[in-house]
C-alpha cells in the first residue's frame, strides 16, 4: 500500500466532499408542526423511560420482604458480609444497598 | 438612515449620560449592599458565599457569568454571516444545565470541595492531575474568555462611541476589579442578578425597535435571503475573485439543524459535538460550579439551573435575529466582502460581520436608549470578567498557592486572592494588543473552535470519574495527556496555517483540518475516554472506602471516607498549626512595640473585609469531629417533585422551540 493510497482513503474517511446535494430550501411541513411531533416524541420517550423506571428499578412493595433476610443473614455471621452480593441493589451491577440504618435496627431486635 | 454615513457617534447627551450613572450607581448600591449581608473574612465567605444563597441569585448568576460581551459581537456576528444555527449553542446548554444540577452538583456538594481541581485529589489522589487541570483552566480563562469578552467589549466601543480602547477597557478593568476584590462571591451574585435584568431589558428593546425597523418577522424571513451587498466584484481581479458563496446568504440559514456534510455547523456536531463542549463548560469548569455549590441547598441548585435554562431561550430572539436583522438593513457594511470595502468599514479585510450588534445600537436606537445600551453592554462584559477574575483566583489560591505554601492561613489566602485577580487584570490589559491585531471574521467560531480540541478531554475524564468507579489516577492522568496532544495536534497546524477566509482558504492539508471542529470535540471525546478505561482497567482499581460520596453511585453512601489526599491536609494542617505558635510567641514578646495599626492598614482591610482576628488553627479531634459531618444532600421530598416536574416542563418547551427551527 502506497502513501498516496492510504492519504486517499483518509479523504474518503474525513471529508465526505462527495455528496453534491443541493438541498432545497422548501420545507416539507410547517415550523409549529415539526415543534409539536418533537414534542410529542419527547413526551414519549420520557414515558416510556418512567415506565421502565418503575418496572424494573424501584418497586417499593418488595423491599421489605426481601431485605430484611439478607440482613438478618448479614448480621448473622460474627464477620461483616464483606460480599457485595448480599447488598447489591436492584438498580444495576454497580449500585449497593445502604446497609447501616438497616443494620442498627437489625441489632436492637436481635437483642 | 441618517447615520450610517457618520461613523462614530459620541454619548454625551444629558439622557444618554444619565442613563449610564443612574446604571453604575445602582450597580455599586447592590455591591455595597450585598458586601454587608456576609461574611467576607474566611474562605468559605469569600468564594462560597457562605453557601447562603437562594435559587434566584443562582440561576441570574450563571446566566450573567455566562453571557458576556462576546455574545452580543460574537452571537450576532455569526447569525448575520451565517443564520441561526449558531443559537444551537445557546439551545443545547438548556438541557447540559439540568445535567448539572441533577447529576454533578450533587456529587461535588458530598465530596465537600470548593474548586474542581480539589474534586479531581479527592477522587483520584496524587497531585499532578489537580495542578495540570488548574493550570489548563487558568489558560483558557485568559484566551478564550477574559480575551474574547474584551475584544468584543473593544469592538463595541469603537464602533458605538469612538472612545480610546485603551482607556475603555481599563476603565472597565479596574471597576471590575474593584468589587470583585473587595466584595467576593456574594456581591458579585446580588450585583449579576441586576446586570442579568439590564441585559435582557436592554436586548428586548434593541430587539423591539430592530424589528420594527425591518417590518416584522415575515419580512425577516423574506428580506435575509436577498441582502447582497452592492460590491460583489473584486476590485483587484488580478490577485483574487470572490465566489458567490461567500456573499450569498445561506439557503439553510433558518434551519438549526444542517447538512452532516455540507453545512457549515452540521447537525451531529450541533446535537453531540456541543453537547460535550457545553459538558465541559457548564459541569466541570469551576466559573459555573462555584455559583452553584454556593447555594442554600441542592433544591436551590436545581431551581436556579431551571431559572437560567429558561433565560438560555432568549439569546436566540435577543442576539441571533437582531444579527441578522441588521445584515437585512445595512447589506453593505455588515455583509461587505470585498476586501478595501470591509476595510473602510471596520478596519478588517476578511469581513465584518462582527460589527452587526453594534451598528443596530448606533443607527436603530433612539438618544437616552443608546445609553442604556452602553450600559447593557457594560453589565454583560463586568459580569462575566468578574466571575472569571473570582473564580481564577479561587483556582489560584486554593489550587497552586497551598501547595507552594502549605501553612498559609485564611487570612493570607484571602490576600493572595486578590493580588491575584490585580494580576490576571493586568495580563489582561497586556493582551489587548494581541487580540486587536488578530481580528478575524467570526469571533464565536474561534472561541468554539480553540475549546473543542483542549476541552473534550476534560469533560471525558470528569464524566468517567463520577460515573465508573473502576476509573484510576494513572488512567485518568494518561488520558488527559494523550488527549491534550491530540487536540494541539489539530490546534497547532490550524493556528500556524491560519483559519483563512472565504476569499483566500487557508491551506492547511486538508487531513488536519478537513474534519469540522465539532465533530473533532466527538471524536477526542471518545478516543480520551477509551484512552482513560484501557489504562485504567490495566491497573490496579482504587478501594471504595477511598471512594464513598466521590462518585454517582456512592452519593448518599454515609460510611467513613479515607481521603486519597488526607496525608497532604494534615500537612498543611501542621504546618499552619507550627506557624500560629511562632506568632504567638512573637507576639508575646513585642506586645508593647506594636500598639496600634496605622490607619492606612486599618482602611485597607476594612475595605477588603479582612478580618485581623483569627480563629485558631482546628486541632486533631476537632478535624475528625468535622469529618463525620457528612454534606446534606437530602431534598424535602414536595419540593423535589416541584423541580423535577419543572425541569420536564422546561426540556418540553426547549424540544419544542429545536423542533421549530429545525
Not at chain 2, 441547598?297 to 441588521?326: D, E, R, W
Not at chain 2, 443608546?370 to 483556582?395: D, K
Not at chain 2, 467570526?442 to 472561541?447: G, R, T
Request: hydrophobic share 45%; aromatic share 12%.
Amino acid at each position: 500500500m502506497g502513501k498516496p493510497v492510504s492519504v486517499f482513503y483518509w479523504f474518503l474517511l474525513t471529508l465526505g466532499l462527495v455528496a453534491a446535494q443541493a438541498e432545497t430550501a422548501g420545507r416539507a411541513l410547517p415550523n409549529w408542526l415539526t415543534g409539536i411531533i418533537a414534542v410529542a416524541v419527547f413526551l414519549f420517550l420520557v414515558f416510556i423511560s418512567f415506565l421502565v423506571n418503575k418496572a424494573w428499578c424501584n418497586n417499593p412493595s418488595q423491599p421489605e420482604a426481601v431485605i430484611p433476610n439478607a440482613y438478618a443473614m448479614t448480621n448473622g455471621s460474627s464477620i461483616h458480609e464483606t460480599s457485595l452480593d448480599a447488598v447489591r441493589s436492584g438498580d444495576g451491577p454497580n449500585m449497593y444497598e445502604n446497609v447501616i440504618v438497616h443494620q442498627t435496627e437489625e441489632k436492637v431486635t436481635a437483642m | 438612515m441618517e447615520n450610517t454615513t457618520a461613523k462614530h457617534v459620541t454619548i454625551n447627551n444629558a439622557a444618554d449620560i444619565s442613563v449610564i450613572i443612574i446604571y453604575f450607581l445602582v450597580v455599586i448600591a447592590v455591591g455595597i449592599w450585598s458586601t454587608f449581608r456576609t461574611n467576607r473574612g474566611t474562605v468559605g465567605g469569600y468564594f462560597l458565599a457562605g453557601r447562603t444563597m437562594v435559587w434566584w441569585p443562582v440561576g441570574t448568576s450563571l446566566f450573567a457569568s455566562n453571557i458576556g460581551s462576546g455574545h452580543f459581537v460574537g452571537l450576532a456576528g455569526t447569525a448575520a454571516a451565517s443564520g441561526i444555527a449558531v443559537g444551537g449553542f445557546e439551545w443545547n446548554a438548556l438541557f447540559i444545565v439540568l445535567l448539572l444540577g441533577w447529576v454533578f452538583v450533587p456529587v461535588y456538594l458530598t465530596a465537600g470541595v470548593i474548586t474542581m481541581p480539589q474534586y479531581l485529589k479527592k477522587r483520584f489522589g496524587g497531585s499532578r492531575i489537580s495542578l495540570y487541570l488548574s493550570i489548563i483552566s487558568l489558560f483558557l480563562y485568559i484566551f478564550t474568555k477574559i480575551s474574547v469578552d474584551m475584544f468584543s467589549g473593544a469592538v463595541f466601543i469603537q464602533q458605538a462611541l469612538g472612545w480610546n480602547i485603551y482607556v475603555a477597557v481599563i476603565a472597565l478593568l479596574c471597576i471590575t476589579a474593584l468589587y470583585t476584590v473587595t466584595g467576593g462571591l456574594a456581591a458579585l451574585m446580588y450585583t449579576d442578578t441586576v446586570q442579568t435584568f439590564v441585559i435582557i431589558a436592554g436586548a428586548f428593546v434593541l430587539m423591539g425597535f430592530s424589528f420594527y425597523e425591518v417590518g416584522g418577522y415575515s419580512a425577516l424571513l423574506e428580506k435575509y435571503n436577498s441582502s447582497l451587498p452592492s460590491q460583489t466584484l473584486s476590485l483587484n481581479p488580478n490577485e483574487y475573485n470572490i465566489s458567490q458563496h461567500c456573499y450569498m446568504p445561506r439557503e439553510d440559514a433558518f434551519h438549526l439543524l444542517r447538512d452532516p456534510t455540507t453545512g457549515d455547523l452540521p447537525w451531529p456536531g450541533v446535537i453531540f459535538g456541543i453537547a460535550i463542549i457545553g459538558s465541559w463548560y457548564w459541569c466541570t469548569d469551576q466559573v459555573i460550579v462555584q455559583r452553584c455549590l454556593a447555594a442554600r441547598s441542592l433544591t436551590h441548585v436545581k431551581a436556579g439551573c431551571i431559572l437560567c435554562g429558561y433565560l438560555k431561550l432568549l439569546p436566540m430572539f435577543l442576539m441571533v435575529f437582531p444579527g441578522m436583522i441588521s445584515r437585512v438593513l445595512y447589506p453593505d457594511d455588515v455583509g461587505c466582502v470585498e476586501k478595501s470595502v470591509c476595510n473602510k468599514v471596520c478596519g478588517t479585510e476578511v469581513g465584518c460581520s462582527n460589527i452587526a450588534y453594534p451598528k443596530l445600537v448606533v443607527s436603530v436606537m433612539p438618544t437616552g436608549l443608546r445609553g442604556l445600551m452602553l450600559a447593557v453592554m457594560l453589565a454583560a462584559l463586568m459580569s462575566s470578567l468578574a466571575s472569571i477574575f473570582n473564580s481564577s483566583s479561587t483556582l489560584f489560591t486554593m489550587d497552586i498557592w497551598t501547595r507552594i505554601r502549605p501553612q498559609a492561613r485564611d487570612k493570607e489566602l484571602m490576600v493572595v486572592g486578590r493580588v491575584w485577580i490585580l494580576c490576571i487584570v493586568g495580563i489582561s490589559t497586556c493582551w489587548i494588543p494581541v487580540v486587536q491585531a488578530a481580528q478575524s471574521g467570526q469571533l464565536f467560531d474561534y472561541i468554539q473552535s480553540v475549546t473543542s480540541y483542549l476541552a473534550p478531554p476534560i469533560a471525558a475524564v470528569f464524566f468517567l470519574a463520577i460515573f465508573v468507579k473502576r476509573v484510576n489516577e494513572s488512567g485518568a492522568f494518561w488520558g488527559l495527556m494523550g488527549g491534550l496532544v491530540m487536540g494541539l495536534c489539530r490546534m497547532v497546524p490550524e493556528f500556524v496555517f491560519g483559519s483563512g477566509s472565504c476569499l483566500k482558504p487557508s491551506n492547511c492539508p486538508k487531513v488536519i483540518c478537513g474534519v469540522h471542529y465539532l465533530y473533532f470535540a466527538i471524536l477526542l471525546f471518545f478516543c480520551t475516554a477509551i484512552l482513560v478505561l484501557f489504562v485504567s482497567y490495566n491497573t490496579p482499581p482504587i478501594k471504595d472506602k477511598h471512594l464513598h460520596r466521590l462518585v454517582f453511585t456512592l452519593r448518599h453512601s454515609t460510611e467513613e471516607r479515607v481521603d486519597l489526599d488526607w496525608e497532604e491536609e494534615e500537612r498543611g494542617r501542621k504546618a499552619r498549626r507550627e506557624a500560629d505558635e511562632k506568632r504567638r510567641a512573637k507576639n508575646d514578646e513585642d506586645q508593647i512595640e506594636r500598639g496600634e495599626q496605622s490607619i492606612m492598614m486599618k482602611i485597607i482591610g476594612w475595605f477588603c473585609g479582612i478580618s485581623d482576628t483569627q480563629a485558631p488553627e482546628p486541632t486533631e479531634e476537632e478535624v475528625t469531629e468535622a469529618s463525620k459531618q457528612l454534606p446534606d444532600i437530602s431534598e424535602n421530598p414536595l419540593w423535589k417533585n416541584i423541580v423535577n416536574v419543572n425541569a420536564l416542563i422546561m426540556m418540553t418547551v426547549a424540544v419544542y422551540f429545536w423542533g421549530f427551527y429545525a
